[in-house]
């Protein structure tokens, strides 16, 4: 007998739930699902009237607000170094389309990483993740695996780290960020440091370094307002690249890209971007009250 699949059977025991006016949360999706601040529907509102395609980087207000949010993290930008997105899925594939080479995968990873890697090309190599914590490759296997890949005649170049991790939950510590740039310098790898859920680390107590804090000239990090802001279904994302010939070629490989597939981030969004990553007392709120 052919038994009903797990989705199907929780699908119906919600529904009764429903019915029988049980109170419910939702955990099956990675969705906060919190209401929208007041003040970004009325940025979003407001920026209306910004119909022209623009930029396909990203206008200088958006660029510049998200220059500021990653130097208040500890890491001085250039406007000229970040590009908006609808959303950080589509620079992740971006990346894998402006860089040559394999890449290497955290396992278990977030489950986009991989098919973005078979689209473009390429196919990942998994690396086993450390006991401590998911999210990032441990140190040790990362070498063997980059050392069998090339005696296979394959090219590793990309690494990339999850920082708070999706699916675990976890944290890589400091240290062990440190040593995975080390690994990442000694071999000639480029960094793509997903950090989305990085305003989600409420605990100031809870150390958290970037890979690109320690090796920045080879460290493209990845962000958005999905997760810390609950607003997955406008798609903002912005990606910050290494200053210096080797991120502006990496960066010029993305906006070419984006150039044929996306144009540029909706000008709505745009405004809604140079306000939210401003961090506005309206933001900063919601991330205290949310801790």
Do not use: C, K, M
């Given at each position: 007998m052919t038994q009903p699949s797990p989705n199907l059977t929780l699908n119906h025991l919600v529904e009764q739930r429903r019915?029988?006016?049980?109170?419910?949360?939702?955990?099956?999706?990675?969705?906060?699902r919190?209401?929208?601040?007041?003040?970004?529907?009325?940025?979003?509102?407001?920026?209306?009237?910004?119909?022209?395609?623009?930029?396909?980087?990203?206008?200088?207000?958006?660029?510049?607000?998200?220059?500021?949010?990653?130097?208040?993290?500890?890491?001085p930008t250039d406007p000229a170094d970040i590009v908006l997105a609808p959303g950080s899925k589509p620079l992740l594939m971006a990346l894998n389309l402006a860089v040559d080479g394999d890449v290497l995968l955290p396992r278990p990873a977030w489950n986009t990483y991989a098919p973005q890697a078979r689209y473009a090309g390429k196919e990942p190599i998994a690396v086993p993740v450390p006991d401590v914590c998911g999210g990032v490759p441990d140190p040790g296997a990362l070498r063997v695996a980059i050392r069998r890949a090339r005696a296979a005649g394959r090219t590793p170049r990309l690494l990339v780290l999850t920082l708070p991790d999706n699916p675990t939950g976890t944290l890589a510590p400091p240290d062990l960020v440190r040593e995975l740039a080390a690994v990442a310098e000694a071999e000639d790898l480029l960094i793509v440091s997903d950090e989305i859920?990085?305003?989600?680390?409420?605990?100031?107590?809870?150390?958290?370094?970037?890979?690109?804090?320690?090796?920045?000239?080879?460290?493209?990090?990845?962000?958005?307002l999905s997760k810390s802001?609950?607003?997955?279904?406008?798609?903002?994302?912005?990606?910050?690249?290494?200053?210096?010939?080797?991120?502006?070629?990496?960066?010029?490989?993305?906006v070419a890209a984006a150039s044929e597939i996306w144009s540029t981030l909706a000008g709505p969004l745009q405004q809604v971007a140079a306000y939210a990553f401003a961090e506005p007392a309206p933001i900063r709120a919601r991330s205290a009250a949310a801790a």
């Open positions: 019915a029988a006016g049980e109170p419910l949360v939702n955990l099956t999706f990675g969705e906060a919190l209401p929208v601040i007041p003040e970004l529907a009325q940025q979003l509102a407001a920026g209306a009237h910004r119909a022209s395609y623009g930029p396909v980087a990203g206008a200088e207000d958006a660029r510049s607000a998200v220059a500021g949010y990653f130097a208040r993290r500890g890491l859920y990085r305003d989600v680390v409420h605990d100031p107590a809870t150390p958290f370094l970037s890979p690109a804090d320690i090796a920045p000239e080879r460290t493209v990090v990845t962000t958005g802001l609950g607003i997955g279904g406008w798609r903002v994302g912005a990606a910050r690249f290494p200053a210096g010939p080797r991120g502006r070629a990496v960066r010029a490989g993305v």
